[in-house]
């Protein structure tokens, strides 16, 4: 059974950094791209980040130059490391995955950040 767990939730002051990470089981992860998404509270859910099965990398402009993501092939983890939060990226992040062949898509459960002095 696919599975999609995120950890790294909190809250941190503007300005400050968090690192989200996302394990995947239960799929072949690297053959996988790897997307974070973010939903703020009355806000349509957006897409932040992807990074392809290769490698490749993309954002949205609002995080861009701020927030980085990864992956491990080998410990079937991706991670997204947020810098310089600012309170517009106050949302819950959640984990996808995504086979652009097979079309099939896994969800994670969701994790908080909250960017607040």
């Known amino acids: 059974q696919a599975q999609l767990v995120e950890s790294g939730e909190g809250l941190v002051q503007p300005g400050g950094s968090l690192r989200l990470s996302c394990v995947a089981a239960?799929?072949?992860?690297?053959?996988?791209?790897m997307r974070w998404f973010r939903q703020a509270p009355g806000k349509e859910r957006e897409l932040v980040a992807h990074?392809?099965?290769?490698?490749?990398?993309n954002y949205a402009d609002s995080v861009k130059g701020r927030f980085s993501v990864s992956r491990d092939n080998v410990k079937n983890t991706v991670h997204l490391q947020m810098n310089s939060l600012k309170p517009e990226d106050t949302a819950v992040y959640y984990c996808?995955?995504?086979?652009?062949?097979?079309?099939?898509?896994?969800w994670g459960q969701g994790t908080q950040v909250t960017v607040s002095s």
């Open positions: 996808n995955a995504l086979n652009r062949d097979t079309r099939y898509e896994y």
């Open positions: 990074i392809s099965a290769g490698g490749s990398t």
């Open positions: 239960g799929f072949r992860f690297s053959t996988y791209v």
